[in-house]
């Protein structure tokens, strides 16, 4: 795996951690008050289960997923109105779609082959662009940008974020029970976790931030703490 494409130069922030930490909620506002990019590397992850169950392909068909992985067409398109980053997938426009518990646990699922994640790596690395890139992910901070000036690992207790994700599904109209989502959470969690390559870890060089008694504001205000801390040229 090369760089190439990647700027070594421009500065990355590196938020990883489990589902429902609040990683892209507070990504993407720390990407918005620093005005940098931001890379939803999971969006990637649940584009490309999308696209192969879309092309039925069977998804412990390694080869077959790896070659949707590599040959699907995914375009973040920005909202002009400053509303939600619109996700293109081979030309549909699969923003909702991604978003499911299904798409989640198929991500989840291609996400284990070593292929796929190989696939991936350039395509994320390009998004390291001037003038800095706030990576969100599982392991930004360990493979992807390994190399970043700053890296943070946010966790919260499953519980809570069982139930952020209700309170959000509840509020797009979906049905769905806490109970389920807890075991969801969980399973995925261990899936993630145990997987044999890039498993969900904290980088050693990585802070932590326990958010389960935070608010998404205090959260944001630690993490650009710890960013201009660690980056002092962000002030300057
Ligand atoms: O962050 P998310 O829930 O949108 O991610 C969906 C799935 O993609 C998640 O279960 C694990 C996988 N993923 C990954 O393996 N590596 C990443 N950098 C991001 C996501």
């Known amino acids: 795996m090369s760089a190439s494409s990647s700027q070594p130069s421009v500065p990355v922030l590196t938020i990883d951690g ?3 930490s609040g990683k892209g909620t507070i990504s993407a ?12 590397s999971g969006a990637i992850y649940r584009a490309v289960g999308y696209a192969a169950s879309m092309a039925g392909v069977d998804l412990s068909d390694a080869a077959a997923v790896t070659r949707c992985a590599q040959a699907a067409r995914i375009v973040f398109r920005a909202a002009r ?4 980053t619109r996700v ?7 923003t909702d779609e991604i978003r499911t518990e299904t798409c989640g646990a198929a991500a989840s699922a291609i996400a ?8 991936l790596f350039e395509r994320q690395r390009a998004f390291r662009k001037a003038p800095g890139l706030v990576a969100d992910g599982r392991d930004m901070g360990t493979v992807v940008f390994s190399d970043a000036p700053c890296k943070v690992f946010l966790t919260a207790s499953a519980e809570e974020r069982a139930k952020r994700r209700y309170k ?6 979906l ?6 989502l807890l075991r969801e959470i969980e399973a995925r969690d261990e899936r993630d976790a145990t997987r044999k390559v890039a498993p969900l870890k904290p980088a050693r060089d990585a802070v932590v931030i326990d958010t389960t008694a935070l608010s998404i504001a205090e959260v944001v205000a630690r993490v650009l703490a710890i960013a ?7 002030d300057g």
Do not use: C, Y
């Open 112 to 119: 284990a082959i070593p292929a796929v994640r190989n696939a």
């Open 88 to 94: 293109i997938v081979n030309g549909f426009d699969a």
């Open 18 to 20: 489990p589902s429902g």
């Open 168 to 173: 959000q599904l509840k509020e797009k109209g």
């Open 29 to 40: 506002a720390v990407a918005t008050t620093l005005g940098w990019h931001l890379l939803d």
């Open 175 to 180: 049905s769905v029970t806490l109970a389920t």
């Open 81 to 84: 109105d400053g509303g939600q």
């Open 228 to 234: 201009r801390a660690a980056m002092p040229a962000l």
